[in-house]
């Protein structure tokens, strides 16, 4: 029973919903035919509300569907019996019981009939046909009204919105390089260039209506260029030649509608060819022998095209003024390449090199640009052909050089060999250390000995005791002569003979007194510098020093003999304190020794500035005198000061009062000129600052961008010291106050 | 109207819960009863433990009140956000007699109204309080004790309104289990910072307001934001500079372009001739033909000078510059004047070098009571009725000549910062300010004296100070929060009321208020008091019977 009755619920309700299709449908349709023709949406949905009422009233949707659905099942199953009435019986007798347990057993397993009505087409095909004029109509309209007038967005437009500033709908860029880069034209809506400069662009600007608009193009400097309005687009062709900024301004009866953003024009140069020679030697020598042909080779590229190259070659021959050059250019093969490695053979026999000439070369080469090309050329290599037929100065001056002493002692150097000694005493043998004092103890003896000449003290070997020089020192001439032997013009060696003799002729002094004819006894060192000493056989009474310096001398030597003397123990350390007096008492002397002249020269008296100043005459004299100036200057810290108050001040979706926008401006103006010299490195602050005055909002991560970058511009240089909290309280009490706490 | 209370009253009132309850056993009783196949012995089981249950739910609508003695001699209150284990260790340390949390003692206030009267010291530990509580403690002895959870600020300040070029402070205290770092953030340039070592920390932050306007600032924790730290920094006044010359140089000439360049009014006024002054105005002021100087830069041969010691008198600052012998200058100084200047050689040079391009004269300035000085330079100024300030220091357009102008910016913009005398209209408040909290607010220096004053689209009444008759100060409370305008020009920031820092402020203003009321007089004694069971035990106590009753059928036995 159950199976029957499931199956009549299972008809209605299909039947119920083939109905709302069909209502669905028609009413879609005249929703859609209606909106094609009428532009108010109540309407055309009201419209398809009807529709849909008509056509549920036509479907009886909203009907019991009972009867209609056991008509239909009769139709369709045989086995009902035309008995399905029988269900609708409130208290069916016996008959009727059994005609109806026998449907239930009949129907058991019959499924569920589909009905659908066969004119659920109609709807369907209404549909089609509205869809169809629903697109197809606006394509014919458009066509239609295409031909009699040009520009159908100002004719889409009502008269009001006519009357309303136009706005900005698109914008297009075209970019197009120079023919001979090759490169492709680019073009989209990106109002950022970038490209080679000479490149074409093209601006192509759209709004919703153009009257009374005048579109420009406006660098930072404010400087304008008008579009040119074909037809409803504003056009604008130009050649990139150098890097800037640049923003799209509209003005519509005088007064500006729409500010672009900044956006960045950069002319990206074509880069001269490029020629890596193979050879790093500049300078190269020649010889007989080499081979008379040079191979030379370099790596020559471009950013496009290199069109040519070659090799300029100057010969030079002859010295000083007779020199003559002969330059021949050298053309390389290869043309039009983007990069390649070149080598060419320098023929020198062709060239006519000979010993002694010099050969200049470099490469060149020239790209594709037009109309000028880039010429690039390398650097400048030479080669010069060794004459080995002439010897050179240079070389004889550097013989002279050897000849210099390897070594002199001065006291400050045995102070030196003493540290030094004592430095390294502990890593060294304990003989090597003592030798090493008792001749560092020699060296200062031959210093003592020096010096102690010019006191007229007498020789080593005049004292009576031992000779102190080593055996090998005294063994010809004596210890003196050697250690000076370096420093003395000893032209005449080994002849000592004449000595006494032959004087110099300059010095016309007589040295009569002095002891002749007994060589033994004579001081040798005192006899070579008998001629530069003024030593008139008695030391002490030698007039070159005067007293003070000779007591310093004399002291310094005192020092002298007692570091020789703990040298000469192997004990440097105790010697040190010695040799330093020494030489501190060695460069007084030498202090004292000079002598300075005080120049003498007018000394005026002073002025007495108090009496003197403003007691001028002042007859020609204007008394009036005072000049008012003023700095206008822009003061950029107070504005970025300003703008960072704003940038915190503006909340979302709020606009900027006209103030706070020219603040902004003036701000923008001055960042982009700053822009321009640092190479758009700040770019993003001011592309932000354009987005605040065109009143759109900042993100939380723009702001912190803008607010970070702007900071280093406060210049705040105010050190950070004590609070400065202006606050005025009571004179009287605070001048008891300030009196009463010192 | 009568019957509407009525029955609100009945509604409130538990009476209306008790008659449903019964109902609720009746109903429960019958159904019982009614279904018959039962036996007996599981029918009595089950009335029983519906009765139990049923029992349980009365007791917990009834509260039932436990009573026991205790001492409120000292009556520890908390705030629920304060930690049990803390809780304890004040007890302890206090040795209070009884804890009692906020709820516990509304209750309790609603039991006995007098209540309160028996109380002895009051402990206020944390600061959550509801303002019903607050209001119910006057006339008590109360000792507030603070709870702060760690990384928590406890502590905070700066100053609502500020110039440009003023300093800003923010100082505050905060706890800290672990080492962090604590930076003042403007976006994300870091003005200050400090590493918080463990344990409480006080912290001190400070730079130039670099802003005009609102300017939002923040204090991060190891970048996490703690708390945005919103200023206003107004357009600082130009200071009206004169400088009196004995003859034209070179260092006074760039010092007032600089201060042109500043934005200052500078007035030069120079003796070229016996009899003839010129006069230099920068920067002029259209209108206003007087004059009025703020600093007078000179000569110390000028502090004689009549317009010196009219500046000295009313306050304004005086700056010495080109001082050639300090010793006579110094002197001049001090007879003038009034001050103390102390000077010492230091260097039988003709002058020192202090940096590059720098050079000062050989002399020290020992130190004075009054006397601040500026930087590390041998600058300092001493505090009279007006400042007067010495500069030790040769020359210093060098600096500037040789490129290093942020020396000589440093230099200068110090000098000026301390020498800068009281402006005019200056508006103090301290941050931060709280909605519905009540905030002072201090007009220093009016330059028009008014008795009213407009704020957040209200206007208040001004009140003279007693001490000082050039400051108006008023209290007011805010109600908005956000941006708040103030007079015609400023704005001041009204945080959202939130966190230990706002009830911690509202505390501190109940107890400065309390102050005035405080009555010692305390029934010290013990008396009785009532609990009641927790919530937590009714709920394990009913769902125990629940379980029980759930159970029950699904047992055979």
């Not at chain 1, 109609?122 to 014919?140: H, N, Q, R």
């Not at chain 2, 700056?319 to 100084?333: G, H, R, S, Y």
């Not at chain 2, 400023?490 to 230990?500: K, P, R, T, W, Y």
Request: glycine letters at 4%; a neutral charge; proline letters at 4%.
């Amino acid at each position: 029973m159950n199976q029957v009755k499931h199956i009549i619920s299972g008809v209605r309700y299909q039947l119920y919903a083939t109905a709302l299709l069909a209502c669905s449908l028609t009413a879609l349709s005249v929703f859609l035919l209606l909106s094609v023709f009428i532009h108010s949406l109540p309407l055309v949905i009201i419209g398809s509300i009807i529709a849909f009422g008509i056509s549920a009233y036509y479907t009886r949707l909203f009907t019991d569907k009972q009867n209609d659905a056991i008509r239909l099942i009769h139709e369709k199953i045989d086995d009902t019996e035309y008995s399905l009435q029988l269900l609708t019986v409130n208290e069916p007798n016996i008959a009727e019981q059994l005609q109806l347990e026998r449907l239930a057993a009949k129907l058991s397993n019959q499924k569920t009939p589909a009905v659908i009505n066969s004119r659920l087409w109609i709807p369907v095909i209404a549909l089609a046909l509205s869809l169809g004029i629903y697109f197809g109509y606006p394509l014919i309209r458009q066509n239609q009204s295409a031909n009699p007038a040009v520009g159908s967005t100002t004719n889409n437009l009502s008269p009001e919105e006519l009357a309303k500033p136009p706005v900005f709908s698109s914008a297009k860029l075209t970019i197009t390089p120079p023919a001979y880069t090759g490169l492709p034209v680019k073009s989209g809506e990106d109002l950022n260039a970038s490209a080679i400069s000479g490149s074409t662009l093209k601006w192509q600007v759209e709004f919703n209506h153009t009257n009374d608009l005048a579109l420009k193009l406006s660098n930072n400097r404010g400087e304008e260029l008008t579009f040119k309005k074909t037809a409803e687009t504003f056009e604008y062709t130009d050649i990139l030649q150098s890097t800037g900024l640049y923003a799209i301004k509209a003005y519509w009866r005088d007064s500006l509608v729409y500010q672009s953003d900044y956006y960045r024009l950069e002319a990206i140069p074509d880069l001269a060819p490029k020629i890596d020679p193979a050879s790093k030697e500049l300078y190269k020598f020649h010889f007989l022998k080499d081979p008379k042909t040079i191979q030379v080779s370099a790596r020559i590229s471009d950013d496009f095209l290199v069109t040519q190259a070659f090799i300029i070659a100057t010969v030079a021959r002859g010295s000083g003024e007779n020199v003559k050059f002969r330059e021949i250019k050298l053309p390389i093969s290869q043309a039009n390449f983007k990069e390649t490695t070149v080598t060419k053979s320098i023929d020198l026999k062709a060239l006519n090199f000979a010993p002694g000439d010099e050969l200049y070369y470099y490469w060149g080469a020239f790209d594709n640009k037009k109309p000028e090309p880039n010429y690039t050329k390398s650097d400048t290599y030479f080669i010069v052909y060794k004459d080995t037929s002439k010897t050179e100065e240079a070389e004889m001056a550097t013989m002279a050089m050897n000849i210099l002493p390897e070594y002199f002692r001065s006291q400050r150097q045995i102070i030196i060999d003493t540290e030094k000694l004592i430095a390294k005493s502990k890593k060294i043998t304990q003989k090597e250390f003592n030798s090493t004092s008792n001749e560092i103890g020699f060296d200062q003896k031959a210093l003592r000995l020096r010096y102690g000449q010019y006191l007229g003290e007498e020789f080593e070997n005049s004292i009576g005791g031992g000779n102190p020089l080593p055996e090998e020192a005294t063994g010809g001439s004596n210890m003196g002569s050697d250690l000076l032997k370096g420093f003395v013009h000893a032209h005449d060696e080994g002849e000592h003979d004449h000595e006494d003799g032959a004087k110099p002729q300059g010095h016309d002094h007589d040295h009569g007194s002095a002891p002749k004819g007994n060589p033994d006894n004579e001081d040798p060192l005192a006899a070579i510098l008998k001629d530069y000493v003024h030593s008139h056989d008695d030391g002490e009474a030698n007039t070159f020093y005067e007293q003070s310096t000779r007591s310093l001398l004399k002291m310094a030597l005192e020092q002298m003999w007692q570091s020789e003397l703990h040298l000469r123990l192997y004990e440097p350390e105790k010697a040190l304190p010695f040799e330093k007096k020494a030489l501190e008492f060695l460069k007084s002397a030498q202090q004292k020794a000079r002598t300075f002249v005080k120049k003498t020269s007018f000394d005026p008296p002073p002025i007495k500035e108090k009496e003197k100043r403003m007691t001028g005459e002042l007859n020609k004299f204007n008394e009036a005198f005072s000049y008012e100036k003023s700095f206008s200057q822009q003061q950029v810290e107070r504005l970025v000061a300003e703008v960072l108050g704003i940038v915190d001040t503006k909340v979302d979706a709020q606009k900027l009062n006209g103030i706070q926008k020219q603040k902004v401006l003036m701000l923008g103006s001055y960042m982009s000129s700053k822009v321009m010299n640092s190479k758009l490195t700040d770019w993003s602050v001011l592309s932000l600052l354009q987005k605040l005055i065109n009143d759109k909002d900042l993100s939380a991560d723009e702001k912190a961008t803008l607010k970070t970058r702007l900071y280093q511009l406060t210049g705040m240089s105010v050190p950070k010291g004590s609070l400065n909290t202006s606050y005025e309280g009571n004179k009287k009490l605070e001048k008891a106050f300030w009196k009463n706490i010192q | 109207m009568t019957f509407t209370v009525l029955i609100l009253s009945v509604l409130q009132s538990k009476w209306l819960l008790y008659l449903c309850l019964g109902i609720v056993l009746l109903m429960q009783l019958w159904l019982l009863l009614r279904s018959a196949n039962l036996t007996k012995k599981r029918l009595w089981i089950r009335v029983c433990l519906n009765v139990l249950v049923w029992l349980v739910v009365f007791l917990f609508v009834f509260q039932p009140e436990l009573t026991y003695t205790s001492q409120t001699n000292k009556v520890i209150l908390t705030d629920s956000n304060v930690p049990k284990t803390y809780v304890q260790k004040v007890k302890d340390s206090v040795r209070a007699g009884e804890v009692l949390s906020n709820a516990e003692f509304i209750r309790l206030i609603g039991k006995n109204p007098h209540f309160i009267d028996q109380l002895g010291h009051i402990f206020l530990l944390g600061q959550n309080f509801s303002s019903e509580t607050l209001g119910r403690l006057s006339q008590k002895n109360l000792t507030w004790l603070p709870y702060f959870s760690a990384e928590q600020l406890q502590d905070l300040h700066w100053n609502g309104i500020v110039k440009k070029g003023d300093i800003q402070e923010v100082n505050g205290k905060i706890a800290v289990g672990d080492t962090h770092i604590l930076r003042l953030k403007y976006a994300n340039k870091v003005l200050d910072s400090l590493v918080l070592e463990k344990g409480l920390n006080a912290f001190h932050f400070s730079f130039p307001a670099f802003t005009i306007g609102r300017t939002e600032t923040t204090l991060t924790l190891d970048n996490e934001p703690l708390q945005h730290i919103h200023f206003y920094s107004h357009t600082p006044q130009p200071f009206n500079v004169l400088f009196i010359l004995q003859n034209p140089d070179f260092e006074s000439k760039n010092l007032s372009e600089w201060l042109g360049k500043n934005n200052h009014r500078v007035e030069i006024i120079t003796t070229i001739a016996k009899d003839a002054q010129s006069k230099v105005s920068i920067n002029k002021a259209s209108q206003s033909k007087t004059f009025n100087a703020d600093v007078v830069i000179t000569d110390p041969t000028n502090a004689t000078h009549a317009l010196v010691k009219k500046a000295v008198n009313e306050g304004k600052s005086v700056l010495f510059i080109n001082a050639m012998a300090p010793e006579q200058d110094t002197k001049v100084i001090n007879q003038a004047l009034g001050t103390n200047w102390r000077i010492k050689r230091t260097s039988n040079e003709q002058s020192v070098n202090i940096a590059d391009n720098l050079s000062a004269l050989p002399y020290t300035l020992e130190t004075s009571l009054n006397q601040q000085s500026v930087g590390t330079y041998p600058i300092a100024i001493q505090k009279k009725v007006g400042k007067i300030g010495l500069s030790l220091l040769n020359e210093t357009f060098p600096l500037k000549l040789s490129g290093d102008s942020l020396t000589y910016n440093k230099i200068w913009a110090s000098v000026l910062q301390q020498l800068s005398p009281a402006q005019s209209d200056n508006v103090l408040i301290q941050a931060p300010v709280f909605v519905n909290t009540q905030t002072s607010v201090t007009i220093n220096n009016p330059s028009v004296t008014t008795n009213k004053i407009t704020l957040a689209g209200d206007t208040t009444q001004l009140s003279q100070s007693a001490v000082n008759p050039l400051s108006f100060s008023t209290d007011y409370i805010f109600r908005q929060s956000g941006w708040q305008t103030l007079q015609d020009s400023l704005n001041i920031f009204v945080d959202e009321a939130s966190g230990g820092l706002q009830q911690s402020k509202q505390i501190q203003q109940m107890l400065l208020a309390h102050q005035k009321f405080e009555n010692n007089s305390s029934v010290a004694s013990a008396q009785v008091l009532t609990t009641t069971l927790p919530d937590w035990l009714w709920y394990v106590l009913i769902i125990l019977g629940l379980a029980a009753l759930w159970l029950e059928p699904k047992l055979s036995f």
